[in-house]
């Protein structure tokens, strides 16, 4: 395990992406190991929890008892004289009492061999384990660094694997409830959307527009070589919103060209689209210049305000670019769809009637 954890350090003391990689421990140190031989101590007649007691009190120390000295109580440890508990040959000094009341020598059952071990046990999940510490290099966000050290374990001897703790832990678990997190807040837009226009084609001729800035968020932080972090995703929940927002500005204000001044469905999305093409490249442009300080900052924490940044900067982009061509075009199919819709059931209903 330690030759695993050392070709672990010596890889990510390489990578670009890693910085102050250590282990949280100590170092192997000589160890005189006991094995016990489970058949002989039943053939002597031995217990095991004797065997364990003596090794504990004569090596160790162990609690037995308290007494009362001038009105103090004192607990009483008993241990063995430090002339018999020296060096390895010491071993063979102590016995065990059995069943039968005779005294077994420990060499009878037991033999020692000195090995390297962790002075400290160390286990995750029942599994034997050690401790690796470490932060992103500057400039890197912690889902660079996380996939660095991903791809260094994958290199590592047959039967050793790696696992999270803390807030990389936590990051790995959001990572894995992202895309139910998105739906869910899809979902709650386009309910959202659906009870304040008291129609459907509204929410669906917004929510159309949505993946033209994820597409544009994506690319950017594909070009730029930032990893899928939280931070990333934080981001792309604001280009969401932030694209939902100018398709209600195109969206909204064709819908009310259409039922209140009569224009057909064609005529109020292109005429909506020219209206509204000024507020949202104003609004777009500010937003945009906002962020750009995170996309190209430096120092502390820049890697995850570089994964905001970047990601938000490209999908207002292609969001603000794409959606005067496209949110025009999305209306016409949408509200063409259910405007078709809505005159066949009502011919129906007057077919009936009559």
């Known amino acids: 395990m330690i030759q695993a954890r050392n070709q672990l350090l010596a890889e990510a003391a390489k990578s670009p992406a890693l910085n102050m990689v250590r282990p949280n421990g100590m170092n192997d140190e000589p160890q005189f190991q006991i094995l016990i031989d489970d058949e002989k101590v039943q053939a002597f007649k031995l217990?095991?929890?004797d065997v364990d007691n003596i090794m504990s009190a004569a090596w160790g120390s162990m609690y037995v008892n308290d007494f009362n000295d001038r009105g103090r109580v004192k607990k009483v440890y008993i241990q063995g004289e430090p002339g018999s508990r020296i060096s390895p040959q010491d071993f063979d000094k102590w016995y065990v009492r059995n069943s039968d009341g005779d005294m077994v020598s420990f060499a009878s059952f037991a033999t020692g061999k000195w090995i390297y071990g962790s002075p400290k046990l160390e286990q995750y999940n029942g599994i034997s384990a050690v401790e690796i510490l470490g932060e992103p290099a500057p400039g890197y966000s912690s889902g660079d660094a996380m996939?660095?050290?991903?791809?260094i374990a994958a290199r590592l001897p047959e039967g050793f694997h790696i696992s999270w703790t803390g807030l990389s832990f936590e990051e790995r678990l959001s990572g894995s409830q992202a895309p139910a997190l998105y739906?869910?807040?899809?979902?709650?837009?386009?309910?959202?959307?659906?009870?304040?226009?008291?129609?459907?084609?509204?929410?669906?001729?917004?929510?159309?527009?949505?993946?033209?800035?994820?597409?544009?968020?994506?690319?950017?932080?594909?070009?730029?070589?930032?990893?899928?972090?939280?931070?990333f995703q934080?981001?792309?929940?604001?280009?969401?919103?932030?694209?939902?927002?100018?398709?209600?500005?195109?969206?909204?204000?064709?819908?009310e060209l259409h039922e209140k001044e009569g224009l057909s469905i064609k005529e109020a999305a292109v005429e909506a689209a020219r209206v509204r093409l000024r507020p949202i490249i104003m609004t777009s442009l500010a937003f945009v210049m906002g962020v750009i300080p995170l996309a190209v900052s430096t120092g502390a924490s820049s890697g995850s305000k570089h994964a905001i940044g970047t990601g938000v900067v490209g999908g207002m982009i292609t969001a603000t670019i794409l959606a005067i061509f496209y949110i025009p075009l999305f209306y016409m199919l949408i509200a063409g769809f259910f405007s078709r819709r809505n005159k066949k059931s009502s011919d129906k209903t007057e077919a009936e009637q009559s």
């Not at 996939?147 to 791809?151: F, L, S, V």
């Not at 129609?199 to 932080?221: E, K, N």
């Open 234 to 255: 934080v981001g792309l929940l604001t280009t969401i919103g932030l694209s939902a927002k100018n398709a209600i500005l195109i969206v909204e204000f064709a819908r």
């Open 147 to 151: 996939k660095a050290i991903e791809d």
């Open 183 to 231: 739906a869910l807040s899809l979902l709650i837009v386009f309910l959202c959307l659906a009870a304040l226009y008291e129609s459907w084609s509204i929410p669906f001729s917004v929510m159309l527009v949505v993946p033209l800035g994820v597409l544009g968020a994506v690319c950017a932080t594909l070009l730029r070589g930032l990893g899928n972090d939280v931070f």
């Open 47 to 49: 217990s095991m929890s």
